[in-house]
């Protein structure tokens, strides 16, 4: 069975501080959560929240994800990599794009991830990869991750 898409949210909290020596000392903090979905999500279409269903790893009490809804809660007063990629899809029509969404603000966030399907003509191309997003959470936020465009096809084929 093969991912039909994956997150990654983290966040690095770094306190620089000098001892008496005068040794440069930094102490870290970090908190991570890892989710997938291991199964096909048809009927996706532009704004459609991916949900990932199966938490892998998580760390840290100041993120949370829903694996019902997709929803990805951040706390405030952190900064977070939010990560996101769905590494398969199936479609007849459209070349889909992926990209977190602040669901507080009701607003895109980050750089976009976009695909080409192996049929598109030879002068067309895409880097793919993961849509990422660095983002300081000023109160308690909530994220999803979503289809940016496309219509009609399945997450996970």
Same mark, same amino acid.
């Not at 769905?86 to 507080?104: I, K, L």
């Given at each position: 069975? +093969?991912? &039909? +898409?994956?997150? %990654?949210?983290?966040?690095? $909290?770094?306190?620089?501080?000098? /001892? @008496?020596?005068?040794?440069?000392?930094?102490?870290?903090?970090?908190?991570?959560?890892? #989710? /997938?979905?291991? *199964?096909?999500?048809?009927?996706?279409?532009?704004?459609?929240?991916?949900?990932? =269903?199966?938490? !892998?790893?998580? %760390?840290? @009490?100041?993120?949370?994800? =829903? *694996? /019902? *809804? +997709?929803?990805? *809660?951040?706390?405030?007063?952190?900064? %977070?990599?939010?990560?996101?990629?769905?590494?398969?899809? %199936?479609?007849?029509?459209?070349?889909?794009? $992926?990209?977190? #969404?602040? !669901?507080? &603000? @009701?607003?895109?966030?980050?750089?976009?991830? !976009?695909? #080409? &399907?192996?049929?598109?003509?030879?002068?067309?191309?895409?880097?793919?990869?993961?849509? !990422?997003?660095? $983002?300081?959470?000023?109160?308690?936020?909530?994220?999803?991750?979503?289809?940016?465009?496309?219509? @009609? $096809?399945?997450? +996970?084929?």
């Amino acid at each position: 069975m +093969g991912v &039909a +898409g994956n997150l %990654y949210a983290g966040n690095i $909290f770094a306190n620089n501080f000098v /001892t @008496s020596s005068g040794t440069q000392m930094f102490n870290v903090a970090a908190s991570f959560a890892k #989710y /997938t979905r291991t *199964t096909a999500q048809s009927g996706a279409a532009a704004n459609t929240v991916i949900v990932c =269903n199966v938490q !892998e790893n998580t %760390y840290g @009490s100041d993120i949370s994800v =829903n *694996t /019902t *809804t +997709g929803q990805v *809660t951040l706390q405030a007063g952190r900064t %977070y990599r939010l990560r996101g990629g769905v590494p398969g899809w %199936y479609t007849s029509a459209t070349r889909p794009s $992926f990209c977190w #969404y602040n !669901e507080t &603000a @009701s607003a895109w966030i980050g750089e976009a991830a !976009e695909a #080409y &399907a192996p049929s598109d003509a030879a002068q067309n191309g895409a880097l793919g990869g993961s849509a !990422e997003c660095v $983002f300081t959470a000023n109160a308690t936020t909530v994220v999803s991750f979503r289809v940016l465009s496309g219509s @009609s $096809f399945t997450l +996970g084929a």
